[in-house]
């Protein structure tokens, strides 16, 4: 674990190598994984626009990581050097404002099936994903994917195994290969959330 949730905020990181979870705890010590962040990803930046700010999640690592760690007081001397250096925080902001207005869309508007289909997309896409010749492996467990969309081992088990009779994914242990275009292709379309006339 990198950052707990609950302790003063003080240092923006940068994930230079390796990726990290960023973690929500409920008091039942239900968790939810909210993202994956990756090379090039900035976490702890809430507190650059708070006083006396606490860190509102968890972060822990998935692999070996290099991070770098530079305190609110010298982010804010580099950018007034370096306003890119701000930009660059805002604009990953807003990209994960983005993915979260998607999950909650997801939560409110798919069912289980589906946001697990979906979170089996975007695992696809992270950096570690095995890219074979007939799809994208992945490897988690089922208590990980769980987190992930909100529901439980058995549900997500469920899930992938309704997926693998239908011929979208194969499954072997934590192992999850998911075939080129067809699970993206049979359950979502570019205008699932478009208003209808």
Same mark, same amino acid.
């Given at each position: 674990?990198?950052?707990?949730?609950?302790?003063?905020?003080?240092?923006?990181?940068?994930?230079?190598?390796?990726?990290?979870?960023?973690?929500l705890r409920e008091d039942d010590e239900r968790e939810i994984v909210v993202a994956y962040l990756n090379p090039g990803d900035f976490f702890g930046e809430m507190g650059l626009f708070e006083k006396n700010p606490q860190r509102?999640?968890?972060?822990?690592?998935?692999?070996?990581?290099?991070?770098?760690?530079?305190?609110y007081d010298n982010f804010h001397e580099l950018s007034k050097q370096y306003p890119d250096l701000s930009y660059a925080v805002f604009a990953q902001l807003v990209?994960?404002?983005?993915?979260?207005?998607?999950k909650v869309t997801d939560l409110a508007f798919i069912d289980v099936s589906g946001r697990i289909a979906r979170? #089996?997309?975007? /695992?696809?896409? %992270?950096?570690?994903?095995?890219?074979?010749?007939?799809?994208r492996q992945i490897r988690i467990t089922r208590q990980e994917i769980g987190r992930i969309v909100g529901c439980s081992r058995e549900?997500?088990?469920?899930? #992938?195994?309704? /997926?693998?009779? %239908?011929?979208?994914i194969q499954t072997d242990g934590?192992?999850?290969?998911?075939?080129?275009?067809s699970l993206e292709e049979n359950t979502f379309s570019e205008d699932e959330y478009d208003d209808e006339d």
């Open positions: 674990t990198i950052v707990d949730a609950g302790t003063e905020s003080k240092s923006l990181y940068l994930i230079l190598k390796g990726s990290v979870s960023i973690i509102t999640a968890e972060v822990r690592t998935r692999d070996v990581c290099e991070i770098a760690e530079i305190s990209r994960r404002l983005k993915n979260t207005t998607r979170c #089996l997309i975007d /695992l696809s896409a %992270q950096p570690e994903a095995m890219i074979l010749p007939n799809g549900m997500v088990g469920s899930v #992938l195994k309704t /997926l693998e009779d %239908q011929g979208m934590k192992a999850i290969l998911i075939f080129d275009a």
